[in-house]
């Protein structure tokens, strides 16, 4: 069973601090990508990467950073965590093809920053 | 304007009802096509995909795409309890090797029994 797994389901953070979202897949895909899910806004792409040590900015990169020292691993970082930041963070993978449209989600995390 | 524009419903209907979902985007350079659904407390999962204009059939689900119009439609027949979810949108040009979709807002579905 292919499985994307996110290192938490809920995070309560307090404004400032620095938070790490891990994503971990097992299909050997290429392509991984950070999304936040807001009410009325659906998701939008926060970053994302289509090989090892490769990262492109999505629509929203501001106060955020990504890391991607392994194939099956893509980590978010918030350096500063705000308010703002309030949301639902979904990691999705995809095959690096260009006619492949599927990408597999995780179950997301629910981050709440005080 | 956002590229691809989605409404949020919610939309409440009985079982057995046919329900259209849709949405319109902006940009005449999507050639892809999707429509994922998310169930709550969990991650979307690709639905159905159309290459193009036309017509594509999977069991109750049917996806429309009518470009000159700039508006795709997923209809689902005879509609299910299990069917309520949230049911999103998504596009990505042609040319595009890295995956990368645009994704409407999403509509929330509720199918009573």
């Known amino acids: 069973d292919v499985k994307v797994t996110q290192s938490s389901r809920y995070l309560v953070k307090r404004t400032g601090e620095k938070v790490f979202l891990e994503c971990v897949q097992d299909?050997?895909?290429?392509?991984m990508f950070w999304y936040r899910q807001d009410p009325g806004l659906g998701l939008r792409l926060i970053y994302f990467?289509?090989?090892?040590?490769?990262?492109e900015k999505g629509d929203i990169p501001e106060g955020y950073s990504v890391s991607r020292e392994k194939k099956e691993r893509f980590s978010l970082i918030l350096e500063s965590a705000s308010t703002n930041q309030t949301s639902m963070y979904l990691c999705a993978n995809s095959r690096g093809h260009r006619s492949y449209n599927e990408q597999f989600f995780g179950p997301g995390t629910r981050l709440t920053v005080l | 304007q956002k590229e691809v524009e989605q409404d949020p419903g919610p939309l409440s209907v009985p079982e057995g009802a046919i329900v259209s979902l849709n949405c319109t985007y902006s940009n005449s350079a999507f050639q892809y096509f999707m429509w994922y659904r998310q169930y709550s407390r969990k991650g979307p999962e690709l639905l159905m995909y159309t290459y193009s204009s036309g017509n594509k059939e999977d069991g109750r689900f049917t996806a429309q795409v009518d470009k000159s119009s700039k508006y795709i439609s997923l209809f689902i027949r005879d509609s299910q309890p299990s069917d309520s979810a949230t049911y999103l949108c998504?596009?990505?040009?042609?040319?595009?090797?890295?995956?990368?979709?645009?994704f409407g807002q999403g509509t929330t579905l509720q199918v009573k029994p």
């Open positions: 299909m050997d895909h290429e392509n």
């Open positions: 998504a596009m990505r040009h042609g040319s595009s090797n890295t995956g990368k979709l645009i």
């Open positions: 990467s289509y090989d090892v040590k490769m990262k």
